[in-house]
């Protein structure tokens, strides 16, 4: 089996700066990359790189008079800054075509900058008369400024773009399907783009719509024109959690119609999912995702959705590239393939892997869209009652079928249940984690001296996980010790020694991964000498003042 679409993307939003040169897209070619995205297009625009075609594309007088944009952009418009982004793109363009790598131009549309979240009609609607025909004048404005670009992919939400609700303010798009606009503005903007681009094909990204919608839509896009780029989970992208049942029917209806689809998904080391470590080797998760994700008919092509740092070793990346090779090999044979560089340490880089891989497994993504990005949470975390905070926007997927995967949603206090649940996957996680460590500390210092350093700040990032993951789980279980003791006292009968001390141990474990005297301290003393006190003070349900910072899921 060999993909026909093999996408990468060279920077991310959180290490922009990885350069562009012919020397690196070979070294991306080598590995089995074929196609190039130009432009991170990356929400919080890291580096002021394009994400609307409107930055890097302006109408002429006539046409911008007649066809007028009411939103100010949210791209650096100073005219120095427009004419390096231009040269910029059209140095991109020239460099995958030294390298025979094809490119694909990421924008978001319609533009409607942060008005999305604000439940208002939309400045530009698809319905309005202008909205549409103003994107294909700049897409026929962009073919002529910047040719050589085979292909271009649209996100309709998220990327400062949104699309009306249909149980909305707005008048024109009220009781009309969102899939039917959606769909009928896609099939207008890829016969516009076929127009100039004969040879090319619009990718659509049908990212923030329901499962319903999506299927929908699949009914009405044009199989000549269209392609679909979808994430590896309608959730999310999810380095555990591939292929999801959203994801399997999508390629089917999708494989039906003719219309080809390529699956994202961390190729690498970098993610969203976990800014800001980059280092992260678990080679066996890349390698199941992507068996997991190709095997589905419909699936022609895997596109990096983050970005690659090529740069450095990177045994995922590496994962990515043998998977391109060698689809065939079993977890065996891959394993020891990415381990011959390491020599006579082959076989310790394998047991590491395993490990670090299990450990990525465990760790319970499924709970929160709030379980990720680890690194900004607080191990010192907060003293109320641990609860998992919820992610939720007003878009259509968050509304319906994203609660399939995120089992919160919402910022309500869980059942007990669930705070256990999550304390121990968290606590095993945790775990693989400290072998991990354990077997990579016992080989790092003999590692090869150039890949030495790449390991080092690995283990580095995965204690710091190790630490956070621990927290949470000691917050969970200090809680739900304390509701114990507290049905205890409420029934006047007294708290059992070994829940007590239980408690005790748990929170002097909990310090000790704070490394800090302070707030358990002073919380450990008044356990001690006044129960009922200690119990009316600590781990009460509060509201969520964000005490601890969005990413310090269980903290208020």
Known sequence: MMLEYRVGILGSNSEPQVPWTLDTLLQLKDMGFNTMQLNIAWGPRPADEPLNMEDVVSLPPDQAASLPQPLALRSNQSPTRVAERKTQLKERIALCQQAGMRSIFHFGAPYNSFYGYQGKALPNCLLDGVTTPRQIALMEAFAKEYPGVDDLLIYTFDQDAWLCDEFGPC???????????????????????????????????????????????????????????????????????????WYKNTAHLAAERGIPVIGEHWLGAGSEELEFYFHLQHPLVTWRALQAMTAIHGIVGIKEYYGLMPHREDPNLRATSLFIQHPEYTEEQALASLAEPYGGLADEMVRYWRLSSSAMEFIPWDISWFMRDMQRSNVSHAMTAAFTRG??????????????????????????YLLEDIQLRCAMAAQYLFQALQAGKSFVARVRADWRPV???????????????????????ETNLATIMRVHRAEGAQVPAMIAAELRETLKADQYNQAQD???????????????????????????????????????
């Not at 580095?460 to 917050?475: I, S």
Request: proline residues 6%; contains cysteine; glycine residues 4%.
């Open 171 to 245: 008048e024109r798009c009220r009781g009309i399907p969102l899939h039917q606009r959606a769909a009928d503005f896609i099939n207008t903007l890829a016969q516009a783009w076929r127009r100039v681009s004969p040879q090319g094909r619009i990718w659509w990204e049908p990212w923030e719509l329901s499962a319903g919608q999506v299927y929908k839509s699949i009914e009405l896009l044009d199989p000549c024109t269209t392609g679909l780029s979808i994430h590896s989970n309608i959730a999310e992208v999810m380095a555990a959690l591939p292929a999801d049942r």
């Open 455 to 477: 390991l080092y700040a690995a283990l580095a990032e995965q204690d710091g996980m190790r630490r956070r993951l621990l927290a949470y789980a000691y917050h969970l279980r």
């Open 391 to 416: 992610q939720q926007c007003r878009t259509p997927s968050w509304e319906s079928t994203r609660r399939a995967i995120f089992m919160k949603t919402d910022s309500a206090q869980p059942d007990p």
């Open 518 to 556: 302070e707030p358990i301290d002073e919380a450990l003393a008044l356990l001690d000498s006044d129960l009922d006190t200690f119990l009316a003070t600590y781990y009460q349900i509060g509201p969520d003042t964000l005490s601890r910072g969005h990413f310090s899921l269980t903290s208020r």
